[in-house]
């Protein structure tokens, strides 16, 4: 397989067998196998595993929905292009699937299908699944999971923008106050029916 297509990794994790219990922390309380290191692509781990012999490597955590793999979208999209597939809101995250789901034959109406094996989606995507995907790629190779540069340029310009427009917010609000400090504000006019003050009186010249 092409690696700038697909990374060494994806088809490792994609085989791999989650949610066995530890044989090392088998009696702890979060022993299930639910960890996968992309940079060792071995078998899944438990989280006092990764601890121990994972601490500084790339690992994600896959999760169930319904007997099935899926994965945090926050955290693949940062390492796989994940465009393409389609993608749920599952307990408040939004998540994928790692493989093809069996499903029985679509229904007359549906109008968005996936590409491989012919599961009905949501919307407008072209693959059920990380798998599909990847079958898709094979097939026609046309698409990717590698993370291109014009992707994380344009992720940097993005928060590059945020921060100046952070900075720049900042600075008229300092500004803004460095000149009511400088220029204090104009005191009101006096009332219109305010009494004027008298001239200074001057006597009237003796008669001779």
């Known amino acids: 397989m092409d690696t700038m297509l697909v ?12 949610f066995s219990i530890c044989r090392t922390h088998g009696d702890a309380a979060r022993s299930e196998c639910n960890m996968f290191c ?12 990764r601890s121990s012999r994972h601490k500084d490597h790339q690992v994600i955590q896959i999760r169930r929905s319904s007997y099935h793999d899926v994965v945090r979208v926050s ?22 699937f790692l493989n093809e789901r069996p499903q ?14 012919g599961r009905s989606l949501l919307d407008t995507f072209r693959f059920c699944s990380l798998g599909c995907k990847l079958v898709g790629i094979k097939r026609n190779g046309d698409t990717s999971f590698v993370l291109g540069a014009k992707n994380e340029e344009a992720l940097m310009e993005r928060e590059g923008i945020e921060r100046r427009l952070v900075s720049s917010r900042e600075e008229e609000e300092l500004r803004g106050g460095a000149q009511q400090d ?13 009494r004027r003050r008298k001239g200074i009186p001057h006597r009237a010249p003796f008669g001779s």
């Open 7 to 18: 990374p060494p990794w994806l088809e490792p994790l994609l085989n791999t067998s989650f």
């Open 38 to 49: 992309l940079d060792c692509n071995g078998d899944a781990f438990c989280f006092y595993c």
């Open 75 to 96: 955290e693949i999209q940062k390492v796989l292009d994940i465009s393409g597939v389609q993608t749920y809101v599952i307990n408040s995250a939004r998540v994928l």
């Open 104 to 117: 029985p034959k679509s229904g007359k109406g549906v109008s968005h299908i996936c590409e491989i094996c």
């Open 182 to 194: 400088i220029y204090p504000s104009t005191p009101p006019p006096p009332p219109s029916n305010a």
